[in-house]
């Protein structure tokens, strides 16, 4: 698993394959929101779409407090929430001081 | 990007490769490899500005083998019934159901639009689509979105279930589960190779290399073209007369929890990529789009969506259909839906021209045809001096070869046997595929039941025929890789069997169903469950039978593509033609029913099909006098109309 430190109010940025043309998600699951928050950096309009194709999914998380918290990131459709991910990936984060 | 790969090099790449497929047969080797029409990057999105508008009325004007849409085209001048030929006039009877009768309001170019409303998941009283799918974790929509228009179109234009693999176009493409690409891409591969059965070669997301069974040529629903549609209201009319379109759009991140009413896009979402699905449908009154999504049932209305007009840039991009007589389907897709002298191949204008081969003089087989088009009847060509009664025929696998058996005449010291023949469709040429089946002293006695069946790729073939002693006797020929392509014998079954017949018919689930006429005059059916296991003696029904009945499993009882449909009998009792019918075999509460007689000086059921004509049955029935009638029903109404007679197997 990636480690990542992090200062509060430091910002990382994750960028995971989408797959949204095939209807998956990647969705983070609960976390320490004292320790870090998550955030999806949304494409907009102008993003160009491939034809069927679908765009990265990007993540800002920024540090909140010191402490430690690791981040869990699945790939799912919602509408298929019994099904195991498609794929998963998670990050370590340690705020310091 | 402009293509430089010329024809000849490709060849060899795919020579090299032991492709299955190869490019267009007209270009040189110095040629280059053309690009697609529309030009441009075929991973972007072709926009309807970038589009001519196409005059969509030609293709309304068309006669269509489906007599629903036919009432349609009618109802709205785009034929004229008075011009058809009398067997098409079938759509007078026919009622457009709903509480929104589409009136003649369309005005194709130029505004308008088409009815009100439009569901081709059922449509008629009669279910066209095939049950949703699941593109899984690829990124292959764009092949699920064209494939499934094309299944749809042979469904709509043969009425008949045809389930393609759009791993079949995506690995034969040689693209990898994260490539994607657009619609017109999957089309233009179809329209060069073909598209085939699952059992040839199954959608899997692994990446595997494409090596489809070898009989691929056989079992692809071939297409020949595909149109570009840039205008909604030529886009609604098209689907209301046609058949569903192939579309993209733009993916927001809310449209992964839609899941009922009408989907109106949220931009704020963000978006998540670009998606292609079939539109089935659409809803003036709900100003929607009728969408078939490839995400499985546990998405949207059980994996459909109604698609708000204008939304994600649905009508900002080009959609796709398929006229009808564009596809062409396969011998394999068919296989349940004939039997005995009677088939319909896919020559002619519409893939829809009838075969039939009969008894000729001096133990000749004749070769009849009949126009798609026209409807008329003619005679092709004679050969063979060995037959004694008419053969059992198929369209095999084997490039859609046309392959028949038969009883022939006594062979001297080994008594009357069976011989096989066959047209071979690449050379236009037939073949000779000897002699085989029991020799004295129980020689055959009776029709041989010939199919292709399901055991190995390609299919073995299978006969089932009675022997002088009162028994049948079941042949096949092992056909898959590397097999001898020799005649064995597999069983010996049932006694006091007066007569065999061109009924023999093979389950979803692999079993054997025959029926055959025993000594008291009934008919009765045996059954093999599976390959080695024992013939079973089942039931029996009808009376005072002395000539072979015909058996079909048709589309009648066939909810949807993993449904086997009803059998269907008909044979010539006391001068007229009973009709029998029982539901799917797989339900064993069902029995056999007489449904009515038709015809009159019936001597023998020659061929039954089910047709592409609308779900209609189809009989030639051999007269008393020695020459040949065809008898039709309607699906409409279910009512037996007598057509031409014609032929002769005596002069």
Not at chain 2, 607 to 614: N, P, V
């Amino acid at each position: 698993m990636e480690t990542i430190t992090l200062k509060p109010g430091q910002e990382h940025r994750i960028t995971l394959p989408g797959l949204g043309s095939a209807g998956y998600r990647w969705m983070a699951e609960p976390y320490d929101q004292n320790v870090v928050m998550v955030e999806e950096i949304l494409h907009s309009r102008k993003a160009t779409v491939p034809i069927a194709g679908s765009l990265q999914q990007v993540f800002r998380l920024t540090a909140v407090a010191p402490g430690h918290t690791s981040v869990s990131f699945n790939q799912r459709r919602r509408f298929e929430p019994e099904k195991e991910p498609h794929a998963s990936y998670a990050i370590s984060v340690a705020v310091t001081a | 990007m402009p293509s430089t790969l010329k024809a000849g090099d490709l060849r060899q790449l795919l020579a090299k490769a032991n492709a299955k497929w190869t490019i267009d047969e007209k270009l040189k080797d110095t040629d280059t490899v053309p690009t697609h029409p529309t030009g441009g990057d075929l991973t972007k999105f072709v926009k309807v500005s970038a589009v001519p508008r196409v005059d969509v009325t030609p293709f309304f004007k068309t006669v269509t083998s489906n007599p629903y849409l036919l009432q349609r085209r009618i109802d709205q001048g785009f034929l004229n019934l008075k011009d058809l030929p009398i067997e098409l006039q079938n759509p007078i009877v026919l009622k457009e159901p709903g509480p929104t009768p589409l009136k003649s309001n369309l005005q194709p170019i130029g505004g308008g639009g088409g009815g009100s409303a439009v569901d081709w998941r059922n449509r008629f009283g009669w279910p066209w689509l095939t049950k949703i799918k699941d593109q899984g974790g690829c990124e292959s929509c764009w092949v699920f979105s064209a494939v499934g228009v094309v299944e749809a179109m042979v469904r709509i234009e043969h009425t008949i279930w045809s389930l393609r693999s759009e791993g079949d176009v995506h690995d034969g493409l040689g693209v990898g589960c994260a490539q994607t690409g657009g619609p017109p891409t999957a089309f233009n591969w179809m329209q060069a190779n073909g598209v085939a059965d699952p059992g040839c070669w199954p959608y899997e997301q692994s990446n595997l290399p494409y090596k489809p069974t070898a009989d691929r040529d056989g079992r692809t629903v071939k297409l020949s073209g595909y149109t570009t549609l840039s205008n909604i209201d030529d886009q609604k009319a098209w689907i209301d007369n046609v058949g569903p379109l192939s579309a993209c759009f733009t993916v927001y991140n809310d449209f992964f929890w839609y899941s009922s009413g009408v989907y109106t896009a949220n931009p704020s979402t963000g978006v998540a990529g670009g998606h292609c699905i079939v539109i089935v449908g659409y809803d003036d009154s709900l100003q929607a789009w009728l969408v078939r999504n490839s995400w499985n049932t546990g998405w949207g209305m059980a994996g459909y969506c109604w698609f708000g007009h204008g939304q994600a840039d649905i009508d900002n991009n080009a959609k796709y259909g398929v006229p009808g007589a564009n596809v062409n389907p396969d011998p394999w897709t068919k296989r349940r839906a004939h039997n005995g002298s009677l088939y319909e191949s896919g020559d002619g204008q519409l893939n829809r021209n009838f075969e039939l081969w009969t008894l000729a003089p001096g133990n000749a087989i004749r070769h009849y045809w009949r126009d798609g088009v026209s409807l008329q009847w003619s005679v092709a060509e004679t050969q063979g001096n060995d037959c004694y009664a008419s053969p059992c025929v198929t369209g095999t696998t084997y490039n859609r070869n046309f392959e028949y058996v038969y009883e022939t005449t006594s062979q001297g010291a080994t008594g009357c046997r069976l011989h096989h023949r066959y047209f071979d469709q690449a050379s236009g040429t037939w073949g000779d595929g000897g002699l085989f089946g029991p020799q004295e002293p129980d020689d055959v006695e009776g029709l041989a039941g010939f199919i292709q069946g399901n055991y190995n790729a390609p299919g073995n073939f299978e006969v089932v025929v009675r022997t002088g002693n009162g028994t049948l006797k079941h042949w096949w020929r092992a056909n898959g890789p590397g097999g001898p392509m020799t005649w064995s014998q597999s069983a010996q079954f049932g006694s006091d069997i007066q007569l065999s017949a061109a009924s023999l018919v093979q389950r979803f689930d692999d079993g054997l169903d025959v029926i055959c006429v025993t000594a008291a005059g009934a008919m009765q059916r045996y059954f093999r469950p599976s390959a080695g296991a024992a013939w079973q003696a089942c039931e029996t029904f009808a009376r005072g039978v002395s000539s072979p009945p015909v058996m079909i499993a048709g589309q009648y009882g066939a909810t949807d593509e993993t449904v086997m449909g009803n059998y269907e009998l008909c044979v010539a009792v006391d001068g007229v033609i009973q009709h029998w019918w029982k539901g799917s075999p797989e339900n064993l509460a069902s029995i056999w029913t007489m449904s009515t007689t038709f015809g009159e000086n019936v001597k023998q059921v020659l061929g039954l099909i089910q047709s592409s004509f609308g779900f209609d049955l189809e009989v030639i029935a051999l007269l008393n006098d020695g020459t040949l009638q065809h008898y039709w029903r309607y699906s409409s109404d279910l009512s037996w109309h007598a057509g031409p007679i014609f032929g002769s197997t005596v002069s």
